[in-house]
């Protein structure tokens, strides 16, 4: 799936595959929120990111509207896939937004700013991609963080 916004330039690139598995992981925990990290790469123009993968929690809490994602064993996965090929870094999160719709809340935006606020964080532009999913349907918001303001992406 190939995913614009005018605005920013960027485009993101990610397998229908994957979105397939992150809504199954997501479905897993229902009627409860899920999440985790999306990794990826740029473009050599620095134009694309490229979704490849997704690194699930081993710690985090979550409610039905909520999700809170821990950090215990991320730093070590993110430097397998570094080892395998160091093109590959974080490119940002997902979440689950059962029997709701893919908008960020103001605690996703919140989540976005520490993120980006954070010393440790080497991503200008982190991507969010919020799954909102009831029964009878899937719908999905990519968002990436550009110049201060979170852009919507849509499929091109």
């Known amino acids: ?40 790469y740029y473009s050599d123009d620095k134009r694309t990111v490229n979704i490849i993968d997704s690194i699930l929690p081993i710690d985090f809490k979550s409610t039905k509207t909520t999700f809170e994602r821990g950090v215990e064993g991320l730093k070590e996965a993110l430097e397998e896939y570094y080892k395998q090929n160091p093109s590959l870094i974080y490119i940002g999160e997902w979440h689950t937004h059962p029997d709701n719709s893919p908008i960020p809340s103001v605690t996703d935006i919140s989540a976005i700013n520490t993120i980006i606020n954070n010393k440790n964080t080497f991503i200008a532009n982190p991507v969010l991609l919020i799954i909102g999913y009831s029964k009878t349907r899937v719908d999905f918001g990519f968002y990436v963080w550009f110049e201060n303001k979170l852009f919507r992406y849509e499929p091109s």
């Open 1 to 40: 799936m190939k995913l614009v916004n005018k605005e920013t330039g960027l485009r993101i690139s990610i397998e229908q595959s994957l979105i397939d598995a992150l809504v199954l992981y997501g479905r897993n925990q229902y009627p409860k929120e899920f999440g985790g990290v999306l990794v990826g």
